[in-house]
């Protein structure tokens, strides 16, 4: 296989993968989201760990894995999966101190040193002025996303500006559980680290795989927290 191919992604159906991704379930009310939860008992190393020293190995350990799962890497426009490209990146979901949120987007986290992985995954000061295009999307949302979307406009942004997978830090203490399923992307969700242990949660849309391929990542997730 070429260096640039990409892997196939996984399928759905034997000999009917589109179909059950494009036909079957579309619409957001029809297509299954997926989540799946599992306990990663920390190394000692990472359980002494500050919150803000465990963010960056789990966003480092979710890197590592869509890399060791390539087949997953894509990004999902109902059904029709855009291959989001090398090398393999995570968009971080950062609150800013107006309580929006901010993707910052990662290539080779787990290749990176930590202190510049650490300054990487910061919002940004000020945020660019909105554009024509942009003001034009809070106007015509609906219509614009469509014009997106048929114009293949969408595709090149998520493949240029964002990621596959998102890690949402949005874990406090007190809140057990966080689960939501984005439109395009996978979302992995560490709740707050209790005596070493870090509950993980992974949603994602049953139109990029079946469960049991991205159960396996998350596995590789706990893993590399755990040895």
Request: hydrophobic share 45%; with cysteine; charged share 30%.
């Given at each position: 296989m070429p260096v640039d191919s990409p892997p196939p992604p996984y399928p759905i159906w034997p000999g009917g993968s589109n179909y059950a991704r494009?036909?079957?379930?579309?619409?957001?009310?029809?297509?299954?989201?997926?989540?799946?939860?599992?306990?990663?008992?920390?190394?000692?190393?990472?359980?002494?760990?500050?919150p803000r020293g465990l963010m960056l190995s789990v966003v480092q350990a979710a890197c590592a894995a869509l890399e060791l799962h390539p087949r997953l890497n894509y990004f999902n426009l109902d059904g029709r999966l855009v291959w989001a490209g090398?090398?393999?990146?995570?968009?971080?979901?950062?609150e800013r101190p107006d309580h929006s949120c901010e993707l910052v987007v990662v290539a080779r986290a787990h290749r990176l040193e930590?202190?510049?992985l650490d300054r990487l995954l910061r919002p940004r000061p000020q945020p660019p002025s909105?554009?024509?295009?942009?003001?034009?999307?809070?106007?015509?949302?609906?219509?614009?996303?469509?014009?997106?979307?048929?114009?293949?406009?969408?595709?090149?942004?998520?493949v240029a500006q964002s990621a596959p997978l998102?890690?949402?830090?949005l874990g406090l203490p007190g809140i057990e559980e966080l689960a939501f399923t984005p439109t395009h992307a996978m979302a992995l969700y560490p709740a707050w680290p209790r005596e070493g242990v870090l509950p993980l949660t992974l949603c994602f849309s049953h139109q990029l795989a079946n469960a049991r391929p991205a159960a396996r990542m998350l596995l590789t997730i706990r893993e590399l927290l755990e040895d």
């Open positions: 494009r036909g079957v379930w579309q619409g957001a009310r029809l297509v299954p989201g997926v989540t799946l939860r599992t306990t990663a008992r920390l190394r000692p190393a990472l359980a002494r760990m500050r090398r090398p393999a990146r995570v968009a971080v979901v950062l930590r202190r510049r909105p554009g024509l295009w942009d003001r034009l999307r809070e106007r015509l949302p609906r219509a614009c996303y469509r014009a997106e979307r048929a114009s293949g406009r969408l595709a090149r942004r998520l998102f890690v949402s830090l």
